[in-house]
């Protein structure tokens, strides 16, 4: 087999979350930051953008705001592998290519994964799913996500989730999706490039066509149902490629395979024209 890393952006990558300091004046909450990513130089403004200071205070679904913090506090769900761990503990950022043409969309973040690391599938089984596969479809650098500070790199792909918090049970509620959305637009709005949409999952696919329907677009669900493998052409909008989650029990069930989410990949490549396809 041949692949090559799709290099359409000269901005590195990754951009994580820059310093707000009027963000920190204004906060009705306070609390220490995590620990800043070793963000490049000429990325720090675009990385700034990228999580917009409403966000990292963002305590829109008390449920969630108060799981994520009794987490990352050690009050809850304790783990003896992360006791010495300093969590994240905040809504978690975007995370990929300035100038990726695929936005990758997940479910939302691992109560020990995202939670604690602060970047997107980061720190739990299905990051150890999923970046194996991207670096083997040449848009990550690395097989592995370690935490923000380990010269990740992502080519062409951009990595969201429709819930920025670790919810309970990993089952956020159709309310906290929804309230979530405007931090999913605001990723779009900064991603000009982008050309599909990959959903990892049914609440991703429902939640990215419940944002067309926001945007004014006249769809019904009905006609689009989630199918793993399956790609959507929407009327005026980005095209939607979805796949079964990759999520521990997806994965060690079978339902989902390495091959399986290759392939997804692969489709997405060519639908979104990143790179040469993997060859057999």
């Not at 062409?156 to 637009?185: F, H, K, M, Q, Y």
């Not at 999952?201 to 939640?207: K, L, T, V």
């Not at 669900?221 to 909008?237: I, M, W």
């Amino acid at each position: 087999s041949w692949r090559r890393p799709w290099r359409g952006s000269s901005t590195p990558s990754p951009l994580e979350p820059g310093r707000d300091e009027t963000a920190r004046r204004d906060a009705t909450v306070t609390e220490d930051r995590a620990p800043e990513a070793a963000t490049p130089e000429d990325a720090t403004s675009e990385a700034s953008a990228f999580y917009p200071p409403g966000l990292e205070f963002c305590r829109r679904c008390p449920r969630l705001a108060a799981h994520r913090e009794a987490v990352a506090a050690k009050a809850l769900m304790r783990r003896a592998a992360y006791a010495d761990a300093r969590y994240w503990g905040k809504p978690v950022p975007g995370f990929g290519d300035a100038r990726a043409a695929v936005l990758l969309l997940g479910l939302a973040p691992g109560a020990h994964g995202s939670n604690r690391t602060g970047r997107m599938f980061t720190g739990d089984a299905s990051g150890d799913f999923l970046y194996p596969a991207l670096h083997r479809a040449g848009l990550a650098s690395a097989p592995e996500s370690r935490d923000r500070e380990d010269g990740l790199r992502l080519f062409g792909v951009w990595i969201t989730a429709s819930c920025r918090c670790a919810p309970p049970g990993n089952r956020p509620t159709t309310a906290e999706v929804a309230a979530c959305r405007d931090w999913l637009e605001h990723d779009f709005s900064l991603l000009p490039h982008l050309s599909l949409v990959l959903a990892l999952g049914r609440i991703a696919h429902d939640d990215y066509l419940e944002l067309l329907r926001r945007r004014g677009h006249r769809l019904r669900k009905a006609d689009f149902p989630f199918a793993h493998g399956r790609a959507h052409d929407l009327p005026g909008a980005l095209p939607l490629l979805d796949s079964y989650h990759v999520s521990r029990q997806n994965t060690n069930t079978g339902r989902l395979t390495k091959e399986m989410f290759d392939a997804v990949l692969n489709e997405a490549k060519r639908r979104a024209g990143v790179g040469p396809l993997e060859q057999d």
